[in-house]
């Protein structure tokens, strides 16, 4: 089972972005600001600080989560999935009104 994964609702998105807005990431925070959810920024001029990891790639798309949130979801399929509606005031999915969410579920071993 891949640690990393997207509907295809947020693969739409994600094109979307990319074809808007050139080379794109994810971010997941520790929970600050707008919580947990993930974050879509332009790459280009975005600073990852070095207390985020790299868990994968969406559809080319690196997706960095937080340490600290890393430990909890550790043994966790990521499931990033894009909903209609308002997202995250920062982010790029927003005014194009949906929003990005993530799903989880345990990875068996």
């Known amino acids: 089972m891949e640690k990393l994964i997207a509907t295809e609702k947020a693969l739409e998105v994600i094109e979307l972005l990319k074809n808007k ?7 997941q925070s520790a929970g600050c600001c707008d919580g947990t959810v993930p974050m879509c920024y332009q790459a280009d001029g975005h600073y990852i600080s070095s207390q985020n990891v790299v868990v994968g790639e969406i559809a080319g798309v690196p997706y960095y989560i937080d340490k600290t949130q890393y430990v909890y979801m550790e043994h966790m399929q990521i499931i990033v999935d894009a909903i209609e509606g308002q997202g995250a005031s920062f982010s790029l999915e927003s005014v194009e009104g949906f929003a990005f969410i993530v799903r989880s579920k345990v990875l068996k071993n």
């Open 21 to 27: 807005h050139g080379n794109i990431l994810f971010e």
